[in-house]
């Protein structure tokens, strides 16, 4: 199923997702229990934390024995396959660690703190306006336990159900081993990474796009190769182009530290039309989850709504202002005529006086 027995990327894919999610479902407990006000309450935060800690450790060893205890079976009753089936094994293998890459980098900007999460969203659609402030009611042992219990025993059997394939293929049973190791140590590395981005770096919009975009690069390139196996064995598709030598094969240096991004040495109509066709699907699919979840988005709809509406009150001030001083202005002007009028009515009369002297001398 790979090039090295030992090594299958789509296992290594599946276990580095699944530790990473788990990893962040614990961080995030943590975090809520540390900055919860645990005064009134009938636990203590060290119980708390404990609580999460044993309950991540039993959910993950009795998945684990789960797993095995459906993997031994399908191992041992399972026969030896031919190589067409060996290939369609891969290739859907292949497609499901396509799937799980795309649903990380949907969670990925959540992860570093961009998106609101779903029960946010629900929240703000509500009107109801969000509290980072939080308190002990209704957190209790026995909750923290099931809670931290369940999300760990489903991310941990999660990966069961994606290695059924290679529990039917003998083969692909040998790289299931370095590949997890690999895996959980890739998934167990980014989550350190992503608490020090969080904590650390005062602008993680830049490395989110950076993420995003590395794991939208290997879901594509994983679902053309898995297309690609399963075209191998129900028919090929034209070949557009192939390029020949050993600097451009596949399965050679240099070459070959691009097939995960989707290279290939002979590309085919059905890889064009899966790589590109996945790709747009993926950048469709980010756009409709920024559009909803984005706290930028959210935070410059505020900030719209709050710019209107003291436009709104200053321009009633201004309207309110400048009446005042017309009204004032106005009576100002009425008084002055009436002075400006007494003093011309006394002006001429005045002056008829004058006349009347002048003409009786």
Not at 73 to 78: G, T
Not at 100 to 117: A, D, E, H, I, T
Not at 343 to 351: I, K, L, N
């Amino acid at each position: 199923m790979s090039s090295n027995p030992l090594f299958d990327f789509a296992v290594i894919t599946i276990f580095a997702r699944e530790t990473l999610e788990g990893g962040i479902i614990i961080g995030e407990y943590r975090t809520v229990i540390m900055r919860t006000s645990w005064e009134n309450a009938p636990v203590t935060e060290k119980q708390a934390l404990r609580a999460v800690t044993v309950s991540a450790l039993l959910a993950a060893l009795v998945a684990l024995v789960v797993c095995a205890a459906i993997a031994i079976p399908l191992a041992i009753l399972s026969k030896n396959f031919n190589p067409d089936t060996a290939k369609v094994i891969e290739g859907v293998s292949k497609i499901v660690a396509a799937i799980c890459l795309l649903q990380l980098s949907l969670k990925m900007p959540k992860f570093f703190g961009l998106y609101y999460s779903k029960a946010q969203v629900k929240k703000l659609q509500n009107g109801e306006t969000l509290d980072d402030t939080v308190d002990s009611q209704g957190m209790c042992l026995k909750s923290i336990r099931f809670n931290v219990a369940w999300n760990i025993w489903r991310e941990v059997a999660e990966c069961g159900v994606f290695l059924i394939p290679f529990f039917l293929n003998r083969e692909g049973i040998t790289a299931i081993p370095l590949s997890a190791v690999v895996g959980v140590l890739v998934g167990g590395i980014i989550c350190v990474f992503i608490y020090y981005a969080n904590k650390y770096f005062k602008s993680t919009r830049a490395l989110t796009v950076f993420t995003v975009s590395l794991f939208v690069a290997l879901s594509t390139g994983l679902f053309t190769g898995g297309c690609h196996n399963l075209e191998k064995v129900y028919g090929s598709t034209k070949t557009v182009y192939a390029f020949e030598g050993d600097f451009w094969s596949v399965d050679r240096l240099p070459m070959t530290i691009f097939k995960p991004f989707g290279y290939s040495d002979s590309t085919t109509v059905l890889q064009i039309c899966c790589f590109w066709g996945w790709l747009v699907f993926s950048l469709i699919v980010h756009f409709l989850k920024y559009k909803k979840c984005s706290k930028l988005r959210a935070a410059t709809n505020n900030s719209a709504v709050d710019e209107d509406e003291m436009k709104a009150s200053s321009e009633e001030e201004d309207i309110a202002a400048t009446r005042e001083p017309s009204e004032s202005a106005s009576g100002v002007d009425s008084l002055d005529d009436i002075e400006i009028g007494r003093m011309t009515e006394s002006t001429t009369d005045s002056e008829k006086l004058a006349g009347a002297v002048t003409s009786e001398a």
